[in-house]
């Protein structure tokens, strides 16, 4: 059952809290672009950990109420730190947060702005901000060409601008990982065409000792085929955490 809460924007956020422990300790998982917490792969691997779970819809995503922007990094690590402050307010301790696609680089920015969470877990983050999509590039020369464009997404049908695009190619992930906090754990698929890789090396190098393990695992964006694997990972670094 979806419950609601009211990020500091005045902004109603869908959520769910599972609570699979008698603990106040609690995990949260963010989705990605134009996604919700039901979207994809979310709900098997949210249902295999075993912590407490918390999830919540972005602003403009989902359940949520607010606007749907292509970019908004910040806003989204705001809603995530007011998802945090939201489950302390309930005596909850989050011990760690959990990121895929878009919020992989989102917890990565809220551990660089608000460092109130130790464990930060980024699954397939994009380092190269510039860089979009190839297999969305007939989209993005509509934006361009005309200004804006509608994208499906699984959040239902957005509307995004040029003035998005441009706004999340100014991102600067080296400078939010220069300034993150915490242990950081990333996870990326190596045949991965919609973020690759690559840029999950980058932040490697980047992050230097704040990195505690980096997983690899041969799949895609999504974890197709290797989707146990990633539970299995998750699960071991939650209990170990």
Request: hydrophobic share 35%; with cysteine; proline share 2%.
């Amino acid at each position: 059952m979806v419950e609601y809460f009211t990020n500091s924007s005045g902004i109603k956020l869908g959520y769910k809290l599972t609570q699979k422990k008698e603990s106040n300790e609690v995990v949260v998982f963010c989705h990605g672009k134009g996604g919700s917490m039901d979207s994809w792969f979310y709900p098997s691997v949210v249902d295999s950990l075993p912590t407490n779970t918390f999830q919540f819809d972005f602003t403009g995503n989902g359940t949520s109420g607010g606007e749907f922007t292509y970019s908004g990094y910040e806003q989204e690590a705001k809603d995530l730190n007011d998802a945090v402050n939201f489950l302390r307010t309930k005596n909850y301790y989050v011990k760690a947060v959990i990121g895929h696609s878009k919020a992989a680089d989102v917890v990565i920015i809220y551990s660089a702005i608000f460092s109130e969470v130790p464990n930060i877990i980024a699954l397939a983050p994009r380092f190269n901000m510039q860089t979009l999509p190839e297999v969305n590039s007939a989209f993005y020369e509509k934006v361009f060409a005309e200004g804006q464009a509608e994208m499906n997404t699984a959040s239902g049908t957005k509307i995004v601008t040029a003035e998005q695009i441009r706004e999340r190619q100014s991102v600067n992930m080296q400078s939010y990982s220069e300034r993150a906090r915490g242990n950081i754990y990333l996870v990326h698929g190596t045949l991965d065409t919609i973020i690759p890789f690559e840029d999950s090396e980058k932040f490697a190098e980047v992050l230097g000792d704040k990195l505690k393990d980096f997983y690899r695992l041969e799949c895609d964006h999504f974890f197709e085929g290797k989707l146990d694997d990633l539970k299995q990972i998750l699960k071991d670094l939650l209990n170990q955490l």
